[in-house]
């Protein structure tokens, strides 16, 4: 081989060395934006759902003078089958309502599947009518609202 072959060569194996890494660099950027956006989907959805649960909660005391477990929920088609399963899980999130021995309030804790799913934990009951938040651990009653 020539001087001019070689060093053509070499060129050609560092632009494609360079081309691979630049590559690999825009798929890791890409695959994080993506999963930033999943957990930012989750996190919407699950504030929707919690609002919905509050409304059908409202709806059912309305109708019975006692509020429901999310199970009776689905089986009186007040939630959608989503809401089915134990533990209930849906868009990433874990939810678990709670009654008292009474049937006349409710509290409902939610948290992510995974970090993966979602980074924010929720917290709502029938008292208060308001969505709490913390990113770190479980919410409570105490912790600062999630504006709407």
Do not use: C
Request: hydrophobic share 45%; glycine share 8%; net charge neutral.
């Amino acid at each position: 081989m020539t001087g001019k072959v070689q060093k053509l060569l070499i060129a050609l194996s560092v632009l494609a060395v360079i081309g691979f890494f630049m590559v690999g660099l825009f798929a890791g950027a890409a695959v994080f934006g993506w999963r930033a956006a999943q957990r930012a989907g989750n996190e919407a959805a699950t504030v929707q759902n919690l609002k919905t649960i509050a409304a059908v909660e409202l709806q059912h005391f309305n109708n019975n003078k006692r509020f429901a477990s999310l199970p009776e929920l689905v089986s009186e088609q007040f939630l959608s089958s989503k809401f089915s399963g134990s533990p209930v899980t849906a868009d990433g999130y874990v939810f678990v309502l709670s009654l008292t021995s009474n049937s006349a309030a409710y509290s409902i804790v939610v948290d992510p599947l995974s970090p993966s799913s979602g980074t924010n934990h929720f917290y709502l009951d029938s008292a208060l009518g308001r969505i709490h938040f913390r990113a770190d651990r479980p919410a409570g009653p105490n912790d600062p609202l999630w504006d709407e």
